[in-house]
């Protein structure tokens, strides 16, 4: 019988996921940012489904656009596979 310790163990784990060297967390941002209503950021993370309602809803009448905004600049977007953004600059 697992003990009150064992539990804590196995439910308090924390995994991130890995660092994508495909998709850029900047490319991403400034995609979003200009043309995110139009679902463009979505199809840059592989998100093809999501990009296409993004693109017949006009960023789902902007409140969806923002929000995708907002999780790309904290780095809580991740791309088609689960992975997160790279942040490294794409300029340099």
Partial sequence: MPTHKDMDKTTHK????PV??????WVALVLSIFVGAFGIDRFY????????????TGGG???WWFVDIVLI???EMTDI????????????
């Fill in 20 to 25: 994508s060297h495909g998709r850029n967390k």
């Fill in 81 to 92: 596979q689960g992975r997160r953004l790279s942040d490294i600059s794409p300029i340099k």
């Fill in 61 to 63: 009448f902007g409140i």
């Fill in 73 to 75: 600049a904290t780095g």
């Fill in 14 to 17: 924390t995994s991130t996921p």
């Fill in 45 to 56: 993370l592989g998100k093809i489904g999501t990009g296409i309602l993004k693109l017949i």
